[in-house]
Nanobody, 122 residues
Framework: QVQLVESGGDLVQIGGSLRLSCAAS????????MGWYRQAPGKQRELVAS??????SYAEFVKGRFTISRYNAKNTVYLQMNSLKPEDTAVYYC?????????????????WGQGTQVTVSS
């Protein structure tokens, strides 16, 4: 069993900052990638940022404002969000690509967190 637990969502004013956290735990052999998606009401889920190895990537709409980082020793990923805008309002979902102890290396499975609400008020 693998679990992803997120935290950090909140209500914040325009221009404010938040830091989301997501920790993976359970029968983990290796976490090969982690990242964040978001889904606003009535819209499709969209990729926000991801990290794999030493590479980080961002959606255009968050470049320069959001920073993804990872603490490998604790299988944790963070999303630092600055200069928040009303259009950043969404449920943010953490994901991880994980090789489990049961299946060993070279078999990646994607796991999701439960989601955390970020609301930016005008």
């Amino acid at each position: 069993q693998v679990q992803l637990v997120e935290s950090g969502g909140d209500l914040v004013q325009i221009g404010g900052s938040l830091r989301l956290s997501c920790a993976a735990s359970g029968s983990i052999f290796s976490v090969t990638a982690m990242g964040w998606y978001r889904q606003a009401p009535g819209k499709q889920r969209e990729l926000v940022a991801s990290t794999r190895g030493g590479t980080r990537s961002y959606a255009e709409f968050v470049k320069g404002r959001f920073t993804i980082s990872r603490y490998n020793a604790k299988n944790t990923v963070y999303l630092q969000m600055n200069s928040l805008k009303p259009e950043d309002t969404a449920v943010y979902y953490c994901y991880a690509l994980i090789e489990t102890i049961q299946m060993g290396p070279n078999y990646e499975y994607q796991y999701w967190g439960q989601g955390t609400q970020v609301t930016v008020s005008s």
